[in-house]
């Protein structure tokens, strides 16, 4: 009477080291005591785009007033180059171009992680409230303030505040999106409800400020890369370093998490503090991105998306997401310097990069 | 003391692998399920049926520890689950929840490679025996030639098939299917449930959340019948399921007849549509 599946029918032959008509299993590659599956797609499109980011990262640094030729950039970044190259790159283009590698890279781990973890691409740090969050502090310090805290405390003091203002708001968002669970669209909701509520505070406080704070301000918000210290350049090296490897140490109990809580619990994880661990990272590197370069707008949403696209995979993967971020904002920057007009923000570019992104993946979401 | 300690854990474990003593479970400050004592028989299908509502759910979430109960223990090979790693409950328990979703694009063979993962650690997260265990797995439920398609692009009887292979590949004797043929067509629906007798067949203890009584008695050795959120009957289909029952657990006018091939009753309900008057 069964006509479908009686067990053993198909099973395999035990021990036996050929099965030709078996299920094609992902490779698996071991070293040393590491394993690991072997995705060889996502690792040729990981390699490129490393290379990519490197070869932006050089072209950024050798593009300026005294221009420097690709060999003599990255001669120099290996301590080969000559005395003036030295001097130009190291002193004044590098903390710019590492700025940017930076920034973006933690931008994009961040958007990969709450767009995994809220299973919603639209769950990006842009949307969840944490980049005007940081605005509206830094405005906040900036504008009350005036000269006084900002001449004391300098951008440091700025990027510190953002950074505050940041976490801050991400944890309000989590809280107040917290029940019972994290809910992918409660998440979001409670995102643009915030989001809203804090650039209000940014307009209120911007037009009841003085014009010259409000000046600073607004080149701070835009987004930008410009003036960027060894001082701003290191603080957020280390935040993304530390940060980012705390990721790699929680990323194994979150492979399952696309499967949705419950399927996650099955499998053996302890998903409540999994998710929170890794949320709060993503804050955190959220807010060091945007304490560095200003609140970059769609960098964190769009990275995860086109790296998910490029590497064929169906979830955001962490460290492609990262460099599309990093290649995304060196690349923008470069742009705005060399073909667009003068002084253009790069804040400016990523949104027009990226708005239309937005709009091409809301209109393919709505077509099904 | 400690003797009689040992023996005791044992007859627990001979008796039954899994088991809610006293369970109180609820969400917020609503209680579903208040003081609950069921015991899964080893190496049969349990089936868990009753209104809209119940608890039904309720009591297989907690009964697989998704669910924590605020009064009462469930016990896992004579251990309190609660107590238990979750890694450690994963190794010994399969959970298939009520219509779990894949990523788009996800690949069956990746979905189903996912069940390794209580055994898989950081370092280790991939090895020869996970790729036997998973092309088992898939060739068990009759996914194999399926295995490189995205999940999303299957048919529904397709896609739960695959699910369960999934947990097969978490290699745990004992299964807990969340309504496993919710959205399913009743051809679909019996596919599944005949891959279900088969896991069980092969030695595995299952218990299902089922809605509908008549595949529920067909394919189950056990029913357990919830009303309200307490445990109404059980006992074997052919004992449990009566005229009376039917109407005093779902409020169902109904007659229970001999399956004309089956060997266990079957469920004619009466309704007010299309019935003969002497009915």
Request: proline share 6%; charged share 15%; glycine share 10%.
């Amino acid at each position: 009477m069964k006509q479908i599946h009686v067990p053993g029918e198909q099973a395999p032959p035990p021990a036996s080291g050929t099965e030709p008509e078996q299920a094609s299993m992902p490779p698996g590659v071991r070293l040393g005591t590491v394993s690991f599956v072997w995705r060889p797609w996502l690792v040729l499109v990981t390699l490129v785009l490393a290379a990519a980011a490197f070869l932006v990262f050089c072209l950024s640094i050798g593009v300026g007033d005294f221009p420097i030729a690709l060999t003599r950039v990255v001669a120099t970044l290996f301590g080969q180059g000559e005395q003036v190259d030295e001097f130009v790159i190291m002193d004044l283009r590098l903390p710019r171009a590492l700025a940017g590698l930076i920034v973006g890279l933690a931008l994009g781990v961040s958007g990969a992680i709450t767009q995994s973890v809220a299973r919603n691409p639209l769950a990006s740090p842009d949307i969840l409230g944490i980049t005007s969050g940081a605005g509206a502090v830094a405005v906040f310090l900036v504008t009350t303030t005036g000269g006084t805290a900002a001449a004391v405390t300098g951008s440091v003091g700025l990027s510190a505040a953002a950074l505050l203002g940041g976490l801050g708001t991400g944890l309000l968002v989590y809280f107040l999106a917290w029940r019972r669970g994290i809910d992918g669209f409660r998440l979001i909701l409670i995102g643009i409800s915030v989001t809203a509520m804090m650039q209000a505070i940014t307009t209120w406080l911007l037009t009841s400020a003085d014009i010259r704070d409000v000046a600073r301000a607004q080149v701070w918000l835009v987004g930008s890369l410009d003036n960027r210290s060894w001082g701003e350049v290191e603080v957020a090296f280390w935040g993304t370093l530390v940060l980012l490897v705390a990721v790699a140490l929680v990323a194994f109990p979150f492979k399952p998490m696309h499967l949705g809580d419950d399927v996650a619990a099955g499998l053996g994880v302890r998903f409540g503090r999994v998710r929170g661990v890794l949320l709060l990272c993503a804050v955190l590197l959220a807010a060091v991105g945007v304490s560095a370069a200003g609140p970059v707008p769609f960098v964190a949403l769009v990275a995860p998306q086109v790296a998910m696209r490029l590497g064929r995979w169906p979830t955001p993967p962490l460290i492609a997401s990262g460099l599309v971020g990093a290649l995304l904002l060196i690349g923008s920057d470069l742009l705005a310097r060399t073909v667009l007009p003068l002084g253009l923000p790069v804040g400016v570019v990523t949104a027009v990069i990226g708005g239309p992104f937005l709009v091409h993946l809301l209109v393919r979401a709505n077509l099904r | 003391m400690a003797a009689q300690f040992t023996a005791g854990t044992a007859d627990v474990k001979d008796v039954a692998r899994l088991a809610a003593r006293g369970v109180t479970v609820g969400y917020g400050d609503r209680t579903v399920i208040d003081g609950l004592d069921v015991t899964i028989p080893p190496g049969v299908i349990t089936t868990i049926i009753g209104p809209n509502g119940c608890g039904k759910s309720t009591l297989l979430r907690t009964l697989s520890r998704l669910l924590r109960p605020t009064g009462g223990t469930v016990v896992l090979d004579g251990e309190d689950i609660g107590r238990l790693r979750t890694r450690d409950v994963a190794k010994k328990l399969g959970l298939l929840p009520q219509a779990p979703v894949a990523p788009d694009g996800l690949t069956v063979a990746d979905l189903v490679a996912r069940g390794r993962h209580p055994h898989q650690s950081w370092l280790r997260q991939w090895s020869s025996d996970d790729a036997d265990v998973v092309r088992r797995a898939l060739a068990m439920t009759g996914v194999a030639d399926l295995a490189e398609r995205p999940v999303d692009s299957l048919s529904g009887g397709q896609r739960q098939r695959v699910w369960i292979s999934m947990t097969l590949a978490q290699g745990t004797d004992l299964l807990l299917l969340d309504e496993p043929t919710t959205y399913l067509d009743l051809a679909h629906a019996i596919d599944v449930l005949d891959l279900v007798d088969d896991l069980h067949e092969s030695g595995r203890t299952v218990v299902m959340v089922l809605h509908d009584l008549n595949l529920a008695t067909r394919y189950s050795d056990h029913l357990v019948v919830m009303r309200a959120g307490a445990v109404l009957a059980q006992g074997h289909p052919r004992d449990v399921i009566t005229a009376e029952l039917l109407h005093e657990a779902f409020g169902l006018r109904a007659r229970v007849v001999e399956d004309p091939v089956g060997d266990r009753p079957l469920i004619v309900p009466i309704g007010r549509a299309h019935v003969r008057p002497d009915a």
